[in-house]
Structure formats: C-alpha cells, structure tokens
DNA sequence: GTCTATAATTCGATAGAC
DNA sequence: GTCTATCGAATTATAGAC
C-alpha cells in the first residue's frame, strides 16, 4: 500500500493500542477514539489506516490461537499437557486478542465463529494425533474444550473466586485432571 | 406507587421484552427504543416505568438463578443430579434473565458480580450440604461451576458444535461424570 | 502523514401535550 | 397513562486544510 516509513509505526501503535482496548474493554464498548488516544493519534487516522471498526477488529483477532501442541505426550500426561498448553500463556497475560475474543464472542457472532474455528482446527487435530484410534474424539474434543472455556472464562476474564486467585499449579492441576478424564472415560454408544 | 390497573399490564409487558431482548442482544446492543417497540409502546414508557436503562437491567436479571436443589442424592450421582438440575431448565429455553447475565458479564462487571454471587449461595452451600465433611468443598464447587460455565456457553450463548447439536442425555451424561469427577478425586494439599 | 472540523447517526433521557 | 417532539451526548466516519 502506499504508506510510507513514517506510518509503519503508527499502523502497528494503533493495532497494539486496539488489541488492548478490545481485549480489556470489549468491542461495544472500546471506542475509536480511546483507540487513537493510546496510540498518540487521533481518530481519523485510525480509519485511514484501518477502514472501519469492524475491520480493525477482525485485524486485532488475527494473529489468534497459538498452535496447539501436545508434543509426544504419554497417554496419562495428556490431560496436564493440554491444560498447561492452553492455560499458561495466561498467567503471563500474553495475546489480549484472545480475550477480546471471549469477550466479544457473546454478543457478536464472528467472534463465536473464531472460537469454533479453534476447536475444529487446533484443538480436535491435536487431540486426534494424541489419540488417533478413539472413534469419539470430536466429542470428546468438545467436553475438554467446555472445561478449557470455562476454566478460562472463570478464571482470567470473570474473575471469578476463588478460582481467580487459585495457586497456578494448582489450577492447572485441577484442569488437567479433569481434562485427563473427558479424554480417557468410557463413551455410551 | 401511583400506578392504576391499566399500566400493570404495560409494566409487564415491557419486563418481559426487556427480559428477551437483554438475553438475545445484550445489554449494550438492546436498545431502550427495540424493548420498547417489542412492549407495543413507546421509550418514554420504558423510562417512566423503570427510571433508566441500568434500572431496568437490574430487574431484569432479579427472578435470577432457580434455587438449586440436589435433593438426598446417593454419594455417586451427585454429578449427575448436580448436571441435570443446573441445565435442564435450558433445553425449554427457560430463564431468559440468565443468558442475559452470561452475555453482559464479560464486559460488565456488576452481571460478573451476580455469577460470583450464584456460586457463592448456591452451588457451594447446595455442594456443601451434600459432602458436608469435604474440608475442600470451596474450591471443588468453583472447579464444578468452571465446567457448568463452560458447557453452558458452549452449548447455549456460542452455540460451539458439536455440543449445540449433541443429544441432551449424552451432553447431561458427560457433564455430569466430570462434575462428579471434580467432587471426588483427591486434592492436592 | 497527521490534524481539525464536522457530517450523519443513534442512543438515553426529558418536557409537556392530550 | 401514553404519546410526540426534542434535547444533549457520544459515536463512527468523512472532507479537506496543513
């Protein structure tokens, strides 16, 4: 596009600025203009570099989930190894796009979309490798993304105690148990 | 109050719309004027009635969480019992007032608050009484309630599938197990 | 490339007629 | 008791100066 040097550190300032604001705010309620104020410009700009709301926020979702991996896991560690996986990023309040994600998710429609595109793409995929004979594994897949959800919701966007202010290897202990047993209890056919 | 016969039915009328509205929109997206509309009224009345939008969500959410009673249930099904109790009331679409609350609560704090309070007097006192020797019943009914939460959104707010779509007796079934699971194993000290 | 000024909406809430 | 009309604030987005 035709912007030049001096506008690649806006554009990014405006992104980071965004990704924060949806994240702690929520989309309804972030505005462009506290958008601008944080990244030192003012709102117009944020337009001219970004279109519209709406596309700033499908931009700030993008870099998304990390992959998901489970490494070569034993089948008992499983479940501890998802939960980390999943949970620990968290506690170093890393990837604000994710809770502006779960945030906006409730109301906003592409927001749950992009939830359900983690399930189908990352999360069943990574449990099939882990467990590539079990004939129930979407299912499957699908409780311990419940729990995950949940599990996260409560804890890092609630704020919900006691959980919220649980010892962390505690917490992830918990989860990983629970995790351990959607993935390893026998299924009714 | 000052109010004759005639508004009763208005008065009425326009909680139940706010009720439907808050819990499909919620609160920043459902508008004083749609409540209105759908109350077969206008938004002056939605103000003389309930004095402000924030007034009237609070009402709103009042009827609140049924009480929840996990009768005198044997040791081993009270997973199960606990599942069905918290959900079922969900497959008739009961209880609009709380998917009003999960829907406000990621980005408003005081809807946040009313779920912390749910867990505080209702699924911990109902927990406790049921393992009343449990001298971990605190963090276990957070851990039961993380996977309720969960799956409740999951299933109805997101509509992530294939939980959405998976039979209610196969979803209650797994929930349930897991719920028991969180009641029972060993805890860490 | 960035800003000021402002258009165009939309919303919550009020005032006052009937 | 209900409505019309409107205010005032806030928002997204645009136009155009510098």
Redesign the interface.
């Known amino acids: 596009m035709g912007f030049g040097e001096r506008s690649a550190a806006t554009r990014a300032a405006i992104l980071r600025a965004a990704r924060e604001r949806f994240a702690v705010?929520?989309y309804?309620?972030a505005t462009i203009r506290s958008i601008a104020a944080d990244a030192g410009v003012t709102a117009a700009m944020v337009i001219r570099y970004y279109g519209s709301k709406g596309e700033l926020f499908a931009l700030t979702l993008e870099p998304g989930f990390a992959h998901l991996d489970l490494g070569s896991a034993p089948r008992e560690e499983l479940g501890m190894r998802f939960a980390r996986a999943a949970l620990e990023p968290w506690e170093s309040g890393a990837n604000p796009g994710i809770a502006a994600v779960?945030?906006?998710?409730?109301?906003h429609e592409e927001a749950?979309q992009i939830?359900?595109k983690y399930?189908d793409r990352q999360v069943v995929p990574a449990l099939r490798a882990a467990l590539p004979d079990d004939p129930d594994i979407?299912?499957r897949a699908?409780?311990v993304?419940?729990?995950?959800?949940?599990?996260f919701?409560?804890?890092y966007?609630?704020?919900?105690?006691?959980?919220a202010s649980?010892d962390y290897e505690?917490f992830a202990?918990?989860?990983g148990?629970?995790v351990q047993?959607?993935l390893t209890?026998p299924m009714?056919r």
Do not use: K
């Open positions: 705010d929520g309804d309620r779960h945030r906006a998710a409730p109301t749950a939830i359900q399930l979407e299912e699908a409780l993304h419940s729990q995950g959800l949940g599990a919701m409560a804890r966007i609630l704020r919900l105690e006691p959980l649980m505690e202990a918990a989860i148990d629970i047993h959607h209890r009714r």
